[in-house]
T-cell receptor, first 118, second 113 residues
Framework: GENVEQHPSTLSVQEGDSAVIKCTYS??????FPWYKQELGKRPQLIID?????GEKKDQRIAVTLNKTAKHFSLHITETQPEDSAVYFC?????????????????FGQGTILTVHP | ETGVTQSPTHLIKTRGQQVTLRCSSQ?????VSWYQQALGQGPQFIFQ???????GRGNFPPRFSGLQFPNYSSELNVNALELDDSALYLC????????????FGPGTRLTVL
């Protein structure tokens, strides 16, 4: 099955700096890669996602890049703010065929605790 | 449009007991997945329901079971609770099997003593 590795496990930056979190995946059939932000005691919230037919996607201060050949994808946050402090999870999903296979199953990385110091 | 809701928020059980957790999917979403998130870990897929049938299952024993109702709400049942079952249980819904984006509920924090 799919295995997702996420690094680093903790990341501390100064306000205004950039933050980069990296993930690798094992299943070459994976084709959907979301990133979730989870604040303490709250639900995971989707912040950006990318599909395998795209190499890069950007939404304001957040961007995600995907390298299918190397099977890794990264989250980039620019101009970090204290409210960006949270746990960030990457995930990978494989769309299976019709007929009962478990497509849409998300396999998550272990998470990165991001702390942005004012 | 309402989001995904879960009940109860917190639950304390003792080893060997049984528990039922509930999830109401977002309006129009017929696919519900359940995840277990142990402290300090990423969520792990338990199973998925589509139109009232289990559609896929992760590496969890049969004492983890579920249901989906005609209104697409769902239940997660865990029998013979073990200490390691202590975790945050999340459900996520989406409009159908062919869509990728999953929307998570706030979770139920289960503590097994």
């Amino acid at each position: 099955g799919e295995n997702v590795e996420q690094h680093p496990s903790t990341l501390s930056v100064q306000e205004g700096d950039s933050a980069v979190i990296k993930c690798t995946y094992s299943d070459s059939a994976s084709n959907y890669f979301p990133w979730y932000k989870q604040e303490l005691g709250k639900r995971p919230q989707l912040i950006i996602d990318i599909r395998s037919n795209v190499g890069e996607k950007k939404d304001q201060r957040i961007a995600v890049t995907l390298n299918k050949t190397a099977k890794h994808f990264s989250l980039h946050i620019t101009e970090t703010q204290p409210e960006d402090s949270a746990v960030y999870f990457c995930a990978a999903s494989t769309r299976g065929s019709a007929g009962g296979t478990s497509y849409g199953k998300l396999t998550f990385g272990q998470g990165t605790i991001l702390t942005v110091h004012p | 449009e309402t989001g995904v809701t879960q009940s109860p928020t917190h639950l304390i059980k003792t080893r060997g007991q049984q528990v039922t957790l509930r999830c109401s999917s977002q309006s129009g979403h017929n696919t519900v997945s359940w995840y277990q998130q142990a402290l300090g870990q990423g969520p792990q897929f338990i199973f998925q329901y589509y139109r009232e049938e289990e559609n896929g299952r992760g590496n969890f024993p049969p004492r983890f079971s579920g249901l989906q109702f005609p209104n697409y709400s769902s239940e997660l049942n865990v029998n013979a609770l073990e200490l390691d079952d202590s975790a945050l249980y999340l459900c996520a819904s989406r409009p159908g099997l062919a869509t990728d984006t999953q929307y998570f509920g706030p979770g139920t924090r289960l503590t097994v003593l």
